[in-house]
């Protein structure tokens, strides 16, 4: 080997040294690079790639059928049901009417139910 290549690698490394002495004042450590910059980072940076989002869809709904509710009517419960009557019971001996009036010894009498005026 040469000895002025000699001498410049020696000067270079005692300028990256001193150099890296005031690096040392702000908390790094000592640091010595050797190589060549295209200005590419040479390791993968995560924020240069992402893979694409995988998106599933949702199941499909599961839709259950029921046959409509069929309502039929009892034709004893109708039966049972009497008529409205607008029938009053009026009891003579006490001059009152049912239920003011709980027991007639003389029979009640039906009497058509009409509003008071």
């Not at 001498?7 to 450590?29: D, N, T």
């Not at 390791?43 to 309502?71: G, H, L």
Request: charged content about 10%; proline content about 15%; hydrophobic content about 40%.
């Amino acid at each position: 080997m040469n000895k002025s290549k000699l001498f410049l690698s020696a000067a270079l490394l005692a300028a990256g040294s001193m150099a890296a002495g005031s690096a040392l004042a702000w908390g790094h450590g000592p640091r010595v690079v050797f190589g060549f910059n295209f200005g590419v980072p040479y390791y993968p940076a995560p924020y240069y790639y992402y893979p694409a989002p995988v998106v599933y869809a949702p199941p499909a709904p599961v839709v259950i059928q029921q046959a409509p509710q069929v309502y039929t009517e009892r034709p004893d419960v109708a039966a049972a049901a009497p008529a409205p009557q607008n029938m009053w019971y009026y009891c003579p001996a006490s001059r009152g009417y049912y239920p003011y009036v709980h027991e007639c010894p003389g029979g009640w009498q039906q009497v058509p139910a009409t509003p008071a005026r």
